[in-house]
């Protein structure tokens, strides 16, 4: 399993080393009785970190009503999905009408459905939750498909707290802020680059004001730029033909290598990475591009628009809007 940190892998041993000492259930509170004696109730993180696998099918169960007053797409009642039929979903059993409400066509498209989206490929929690709900997490998994493997999770990412500009995030002290308030001084775009820049890993990452601001105005002259380019490429400005010079081709493999780069730190959810080589660093290779050239008309229109529409789509998981919107301005479609 894939824990990105091996910080969070030995703390994930460390607590399984400990924690089968845990008990597993209470005497007060909510939550789900004791079969076997009611008088107890499950400890609610043994109870609660499967819910995953309820997931795949809820669609199909609930159809949106949250309460089971109402059957959903499959016409399934609440009071008819008991244990046998959850045990032909999940465990593979073989069909028995005697002791299953419900009829095999609707449980074999919930156990479809339920092989189609599992395992769990990533699991994205707080790392104050490494010693509890994600260790839980593993156990049920292992303990329900002890024989299947293939079914455990995949991977679990860890993540540290948010700072604001440098210090912890207090109501007591003022220093806070609402994802409203945020967006409403920063832009939906601008906040998430800069969440994106505030830190991968378990560290504790810092949301600045100073570069919050920063990375709007980086935002607002790259699509300023994006309109010139659309202008000059109009009145055919740009140089045209092969894209065999230095600069050409040195900016070429940039772009290839950068783009490489960028998706290799997106898989492994280094958004800071990747907006590093995504962003910051792509737009310092084209810059060094327009240097080389003796300024825009100087550039190759391929290429200028080979960086545009690239850029916006690596940049699109982090700043959505802003890509999609340089999309629209180089005359494109259906981003």
């Not at 609610?44 to 809820?58: E, G, H, K, R, W």
């Amino acid at each position: 399993m894939n824990t990105f940190s091996e910080e969070v892998r030995r703390n994930l041993e460390a607590t399984i080393d400990w924690l089968h000492e845990h008990a597993c259930s209470r005497s007060y509170g909510l939550g789900s009785k004791l079969p076997w004696d009611p008088q107890y109730l499950i400890e609610s993180l043994s109870d609660s970190t499967i819910y995953m696998a309820y997931y795949a099918v809820a669609y199909l169960l609930q159809g949106g009503i949250l309460d089971g007053s109402k059957p959903g797409p499959l016409g399934i009642r609440a009071e008819e999905m008991n244990d046998a039929c959850w045990d032909y979903i999940f465990l593979n059993r073989p069909y028995d009408g005697t002791v299953m409400p419900v009829a095999e066509d609707k449980l074999s498209r919930l156990q479809h459905e339920f092989i189609y989206w599992y395992p769990v490929d990533l699991r994205v929690s707080g790392k104050d939750l490494v010693q509890n709900h994600l260790t839980y997490f593993l156990f049920n998994h292992v303990a329900i498909w002890k024989d299947r493997p293939e079914m455990w999770p995949r991977s679990i990412r860890a993540n540290g707290h948010l700072l604001l500009n440098n210090e912890k995030m207090s109501k007591q002290t003022g220093n806070f802020m609402t994802l409203y308030d945020c967006i409403e001084k920063f832009s939906s775009d601008g906040m998430r680059l800069s969440l994106a820049d505030a830190g991968d890993y378990v560290e504790d990452a810092n949301f600045v004001f100073e570069m919050a601001d920063a990375g709007i105005l980086r935002l607002y002259n790259l699509l300023e730029w994006v309109r010139d380019m659309v202008v000059i490429r109009s009145n055919k400005g740009f140089r045209t033909g092969d894209t065999s010079s230095f600069a050409d081709r040195v900016f070429s493999n940039e772009m290839n290598t950068a783009i490489l780069r960028t998706a290799s730190n997106y898989e492994k959810t280094l958004f800071k990475e990747a907006l590093k080589s995504g962003f910051f660093e792509y737009q310092a290779y084209r810059d060094k591009y327009r240097e080389l050239c003796g300024g825009d008309i100087g550039m190759h229109e391929r290429l200028v628009f080979r960086f545009i529409e690239s850029q916006a789509i690596i940049l699109s998981p982090i700043c959505p809007h802003v890509c999609e919107q340089i999309w629209e301005i180089i005359g494109k479609v259906l981003f």
